[in-house]
DNA sequence: TTTGCCATGTTAAATCTTTAACAGTGAATT
DNA sequence: AATTCACTGTTAAAGATTTAACATGGCAAA
């Protein structure tokens, strides 16, 4: 594995890099020692070439007739998409979809922890959702540096998606997810991911229609 | 317009137009009657060429030195994204998610219509959320058919996926989008959209990593 | 031992998507 | 009336991603 080529791996390879790791942990839980490219493609619905390709991309390789190692390929794909210490994420909303997400990381092992949530509603602030405690918004920006906080989630109202932003980049932030259907602004050294249920839906039914 | 080429409108493109809809709406609430094209770029982060592109791919023109008239493509991409009638929609799933998903439609004047949420608890069978029903998802397949639903969404745990997939397979279901990060096995006729949060959380952690 | 098979790894082609380049055009200006 | 300017519409190039094609290699069976 050459490390130069890594910062060059395809966005669409790191995606489904994670969905392999996660696709591979279940096979490693049910004691499957071995996987071929097919069996993961199968998994995932797409083309064992593709997974062949990802696998080479990142520089591993399998051997003939028994295909990947499981362990060997979840430690590398966690090399790769891990960092050794783990980052901190924030919450900001705690409204259905932000408490959606709390919860789902409860208990996951991994190298990412949500350690705060963020509201601005009074009754919200101080209680625990998930395991993860709830702080006022206004804090927002001085508990980033405070906890360490490497990612922010925007699952607030569109109204106040700008705000949030605002707050999370000041806060001196270096990755954003926003959940919201608002785009929002961040100066180019800040990530962005946006994504859109909405959009998604209205595109499931225009090839409904289409179809 | 040709309507033939709208059956080959690119996935990205459709995407877009639903985004940029929602802009339109907005700036069309405040009473602006005209737009142009890097306007509508800036709002989504993109370049105006792309905006240009795209409407001219729905065989819309603008004026010069005006642009383009908000209404008049409001209602144009309405043709494209929408069916006249209407499509109904299932929440499969009434978990945190999946009331995330039915809160946020409450109230949104749009074709797409939430007409039922399906759980297997008990506690929730029978209530009502965000004015939607909540039935039995051991009716969902009966359901699917009297009730006229082309798309479900899926949004129980990982575990019921597959499960939740099959039932609405079965029950007829035209389209799927899957939440959870659990892939489903579709027939073709069936489109399938899945997307997976986990995946965009660790993608974001890796470009924050690698920057 | 030889043959056939079924895997991987890799390069090349095809497809999809974005970006660049530029022609055309009508209002405003002089 | 001519000129400038700021837009749109469109084609061509570039870039990203997927898919195809095929070389290679080792195990199993004849």
Redesign the interface.
């Known amino acids: 594995m050459d490390k130069n080529n890594?910062?060059h791996l395809p966005?669409k390879t790191?995606?489904r890099l994670?969905?392999y790791r996660?696709a591979l942990l279940l096979c490693h839980a049910n004691g499957k020692t071995h996987i071929f490219s097919h069996e993961i493609a199968k998994?995932?619905?797409i083309t064992a070439v593709q997974v062949r390709r990802d696998i080479m991309l990142i520089g591993y390789t399998g051997t003939l007739r028994k295909g990947y190692n499981v362990e060997e390929l979840i430690v590398l794909i966690g090399k790769?998409?891990?960092?050794e210490e783990g980052?901190n994420?924030a919450v900001v909303g705690v409204?259905?979809?932000g408490?959606?997400?709390t919860?789902?990381f409860r208990g996951k092992r991994t190298?990412?922890s949500i350690v705060a949530a963020f509201d601005k509603n009074p009754d919200k602030i101080g209680k625990k959702y998930s395991g993860v405690e709830c702080f006022d918004i206004a804090d927002l920006k001085s508990l980033i540096k405070q906890k360490d906080i490497?990612?922010g989630?925007i699952t607030v109202t569109p109204e106040s998606a700008a705000e949030a932003c605002k707050a999370l980049v000041e806060g001196g932030i270096?990755?954003?997810?926003n959940y919201t259907?608002k785009?929002v602004?961040v100066p180019p050294?800040v990530?962005l991911?946006e994504?859109?249920?909405?959009?998604?839906?209205?595109?499931?039914?225009?090839?409904?229609?289409?179809?």
């Open positions: 890594l910062r966005h790191i995606e994670s969905q996660r998994i995932q619905h790769i998409l891990d960092t980052l994420v409204g259905n979809l408490r959606a997400i919860n789902y190298k990412l490497s990612i989630i270096k990755g954003i997810l259907p785009p602004n050294h990530y991911e994504y859109d249920m909405i959009t998604s839906l209205e595109k499931v039914a225009f090839f409904v229609k289409t179809h």
